[in-house]
């Protein structure tokens, strides 16, 4: 009989099986919890573009043209895009998404650099070549060009 005791009962108690299911239950949260943003890093924003309709050229108004040394950022489609007119008198237009997060970049001209502020992303602003941060590729380019009273940006 003491030898029946020793083993303890067959069937596990009530207290352990919820506490069992708790700690599943806050470690599965907590799994989910790290592998998103591990997913969201790693799965490319195309895949959200796939869906939208190609947008393949827009045109602006020459007048919309920014001054020297400033920006004018627009939506190319669904996405947000800068256009950035040079000291020197060239023109550089990008998407104005961080191939990092998504984010939406800034032209800084003070700083001589296109900027994400989510993560510390820094671009070249006559390139859109990623200089610092952690941007894995490079900005998209668009080409610009002036024809008939208006800006003309077609993609790349």
């Known amino acids: 009989m003491a030898d029946s ?19 599943g239950v806050v470690g599965a949260g907590y799994a989910a919890a790290v592998a998103y943003p591990v997913y969201r890093y790693l799965a490319t924003p195309a895949r959200r573009e796939a869906s939208a309709p190609a ?3 827009v045109a602006l108004p020459e007048a ?25 008198g060239t023109v550089a237009c990008f ?3 961080c191939t990092h997060l998504a984010c939406t970049v800034q032209y800084q001209p003070q700083n001589g650099r296109i900027f994400c502020p989510c ?6 602003p006559a390139t859109g ?19 008939d009273g208006q800006i003309i940006v077609t993609r790349v």
């Open 5 to 23: 005791m020793a083993d303890g009962p067959a069937v596990p108690v009530p207290r352990k099986i919820f506490v069992q299911t708790l700690v």
């Open 55 to 57: 947008v393949t050229e």
């Open 64 to 88: 919309t043209m920014p001054k020297p040394g400033t920006a004018l950022s627009f939506m190319f489609g669904t996405r947000p895009a800068v256009l950035i007119h040079h000291a020197d």
């Open 95 to 97: 998407d104005a998404v």
């Open 119 to 124: 993560h510390g992303g820094v671009y070249d």
């Open 129 to 147: 070549k990623n200089v610092a941060g952690p941007p894995p590729k490079p900005l998209r380019q668009h080409n610009v060009e002036q024809r």
